[in-house]
């Protein structure tokens, strides 16, 4: 059923923001050398790697690693890339995950690949087992201000507690945080 929710979700959200797809991928293009997507390699779910795209926030010469784990994360960022983090339209082309079946809507952040003690500790709680979300109860519950053993916490209370209603609290939740731009620290 969740994967249905998925698909149908992201078939209408992907029709629904297709004209604000196009200009942010053309606006990322205009203001900054490179790709307007960057595709990341992400862990999914029972940890297969897979690329994960985002809108380009970052020059292209950044290191990839977790934004929190650079020294000065903003010296990275192009012209527009605050505005596409704080808006979360750098998120967009992750419908693209959730339609391929990547991702779901709702779950544990993906984590970057080289993210070893986050992954390590999610698969001890066997959090590694469900797919990763474009949002989940650790973005609404602190997103970038947690420490990954707080994060992974969370996850691991998703997982006990999945539900299509919780899932809809998670999402209404998301809503009204990018609305306020709660959480986030880049």
């Known amino acids: 059923m969740k994967r249905c929710f998925d698909l149908l979700l992201a078939v209408c959200a992907s029709?629904?923001?297709l004209l604000p797809v196009l200009i942010t991928a053309l606006c990322v293009k205009l203001t900054s050398r490179g790709p307007a997507v960057y595709w990341s390699d992400r862990v999914g779910r029972n940890n297969v790697i897979f690329k994960m795209p985002?809108?380009?926030s970052m020059r292209i010469d950044t290191p990839a690693v977790a934004t929190h784990?650079?020294?000065n994360p903003d010296q990275y960022l192009t012209p527009i890339g605050s505005f596409l983090r704080k808006s979360s339209l750098d998120e967009l082309p992750q419908l693209w995950s959730i339609l391929n079946g990547d991702?779901?809507?709702v779950g544990p952040r993906p984590a970057l690949?080289?993210?070893?003690?986050?992954?390590a500790l999610r698969t001890e709680k066997n959090v590694h087992t469900i797919p990763p979300g474009l949002t989940g109860w650790a973005q609404v519950n602190g997103r970038d201000e947690?420490?990954?053993p707080v994060k992974v916490e969370l996850d691991a209370y998703y997982l006990q507690h999945q539900s299509f209603l919780l899932d809809m609290r998670i999402l209404l939740m998301t809503f009204f945080k990018v609305l306020r731009r709660d959480g986030i620290t880049h």
């Open 15 to 17: 029709l629904i923001l």
């Open 103 to 105: 991702m779901s809507f």
């Open 69 to 71: 784990l650079l020294s």
């Open 146 to 148: 947690l420490p990954i």
């Open 113 to 119: 690949y080289n993210q070893h003690d986050l992954i």
């Open 54 to 56: 985002k809108f380009r």
